[in-house]
C-alpha cells in the first residue's frame, strides 16, 4: 500500500495510499486522517480513521467503501 502523507497543522496528518489486492484481484485507494499526541521525547500515541475504497475484480463486482479506526504507540 504506498502512499503519501501531508502533515497538517495541530498534530493532524492526512494521507492517501494505494491499494492492490492481489489474492482478490480488486485495486483501490485508502484516504486517512491521523492525530498523534506526544507523551514524551520519545513516544506519541496516534489515532487514525481510515476509508478503503475498493474496486473489482469483475465489472458487476461494483465498489466496497468501509472505515476503520487505528489506534497506536510510536516511537
Known sequence: HPGVLFPLSGGFTFGLRLAFETGAGQFGFTPLINKSFELSDDLSFFVELVAPARFGP??????????GLHIGLGL
Not at 469483475?58 to 472505515?67: A, C, L, R
Request: charged share 20%; proline share 0%; net charge neutral.
Open 58 to 67: 469483475n465489472k458487476d463486482s461494483g465498489y466496497t467503501q468501509v472505515f
